[in-house]
């Protein structure tokens, strides 16, 4: 009941294409679902997050849709740019309390963005 | 402003050696945390910690211990290193305060036990 499964495993799209990564999860006790964004050699970075109360966050090109009925989160990369090529990483969590803000993550999506 | 850092970045070791991961944070954050990223996983959490002197594990703490002597550090202990434990360990810090439980992370260790 932990686990958030994440497709696709790999992404290739062109320059000005939209990126989009799908995850579920199992556990209706989470109520926090940030992406993160990791480039070779480094840490995951915090891209975006969102919360059950919403339906979408939108950040500059990066945008989270949430469907809490189904239990799914995806994000939206517009107009792509190579820049963008990393490995994305969805999570979630049960926030505070005992939980202690654990994250559970997907398996990964890396995504090529061809110029 | 340093954030989370890790040392060594890469180490090798032999099967059975035993080795620590070291995590250091300057921020001030409450949480810690050591997970490992293996292709095709994701990350998994080891162990964590919600302050100093204490420590709790996580999905896959078989193999590791930690230690949190002191708030801006959390250590990782391999005691008799297996090659099931080759990955890329992650050590990342959050503020602990309620609705803030964004993680940063360091850039990590990558360890072969050979």
């Known amino acids: 009941q932990q686990q958030v499964k994440q497709s696709p495993q790999s992404l290739i799209v062109q320059k000005g294409g939209i990126s989009i990564i799908n995850c579920a999860y199992e556990?209706?006790?989470?109520?926090?679902f940030p992406w993160y964004q990791q480039f070779p050699g480094k840490g995951p970075a915090l891209l975006i997050a969102?919360?059950?109360?919403?339906s979408e966050k939108k950040e500059g090109r990066f945008t989270i849709s949430f469907n809490k009925s189904a239990k799914q989160f995806s994000l939206h990369i517009m107009d792509s740019q190579p820049g963008d090529s990393a490995t994305y990483f969805c999570?979630?969590?049960?926030?505070?309390?005992?939980?202690?803000?654990?994250?559970?993550f997907g398996q990964g999506t890396i995504l090529t963005v061809h110029p | 402003n340093a954030g989370v850092t890790q040392t060594p970045k890469f180490r090798v070791l032999k099967t059975g050696q035993s080795m620590t991961l070291l995590c250091a944070q300057d921020?001030?954050?409450?949480?810690m945390y050591w997970y490992r990223q293996d292709p095709g996983m994701g990350l998994r959490l080891i162990h964590y910690?919600?302050?100093?002197?204490?420590?709790a594990k996580g999905e896959v703490p078989d193999g590791y211990n930690v230690s949190r002597l002191k708030k801006q550090n959390f250590l990782l202990g391999l005691e008799s290193a297996a090659p099931s434990q080759t990955s890329v360990y992650f050590c990342?810090?959050?503020?602990?305060?309620?609705?803030?439980?964004?993680?940063?992370f360091g850039s990590g260790t990558r360890l072969t036990v050979v």
């Open positions: 990342a810090s959050s503020p602990g305060l309620r609705g803030n439980y964004g993680y940063t």
């Open positions: 556990n209706t006790a989470f109520d926090y």
């Open positions: 969102i919360r059950p109360d919403v």
């Open positions: 999570a979630a969590s049960m926030g505070g309390g005992t939980s202690y803000g654990k994250l559970t």
């Open positions: 921020m001030n954050h409450e949480y």
């Open positions: 910690s919600v302050g100093e002197g204490t420590t």
